[in-house]
């Protein structure tokens, strides 16, 4: 039996990367900081820590985003003011910052945002990527009624679009770090 699209796995796996003027310590406090998400992210117009000492491993985030009607507009996806969780899985200062999306029973999903810092000379490099190894209540729920070939169109337009987010944020975190 062929698996459908929203069974290969990963589903997505799309990174971005960007030099930055600025020490991977201090880059890492303001990727670390998520309630300031707003600054930088195409999405996210903020949130605030739920439980958990704020930005460690284990620590829950619940983000407010905001989706235009414009992206992927022939898709059901989620339009206007929406919540997410999502839990730390990884927090090494000046290295690592991960977490993953939680399901709907706050389960952990197969779906993870992270940063990653580098030295480099003066300043550092900073890696975003999302990996989602397999399809989540979301994408699930998006692609329900989709036909093959819709649900194929949806991914490529999907990857495309978070593609753009991710080097539309390190561009904005980059703005913001360079300007400490």
């Not at 020490?23 to 707003?38: I, Q």
């Amino acid at each position: 039996m062929t698996p459908t699209n929203n069974q290969i796995t990963p589903l997505f796996d799309v990174r971005a990367v960007t030099r930055i003027a600025a020490p991977p310590a201090e880059v890492y406090s303001v990727v670390s900081d998520l309630p300031r998400s707003a600054e930088w992210s195409p999405e996210c117009t903020g949130g605030a820590w739920i439980s958990g000492v704020p930005a460690t491993v284990g620590a829950v985030f619940r983000g407010e985003n905001l989706r235009a009607e414009s992206v992927v507009a022939w898709a059901p996806v989620v339009r206007g003011v929406w919540h997410t969780e999502s839990q730390v899985i990884a927090a090494e200062p000046g290295r690592v910052f991960r977490w993953a999306m939680r399901d709907s029973a706050g389960t952990p999903q197969d779906s993870v945002w992270s940063y990653e810092i580098s030295p480099d000379g003066d300043g550092c490099v900073l890696a975003h990527s999302l990996r989602m190894g397999a399809a989540t209540e979301g994408i699930r729920g998006i692609t329900a009624d989709m036909d093959e070939a819709a649900e194929r169109r949806f991914l490529a337009d999907w990857t495309a679009k978070l593609a753009g987010d991710l080097q539309a944020t390190l561009s904005r975190i980059k703005a913001i770090a360079e300007k400490a």
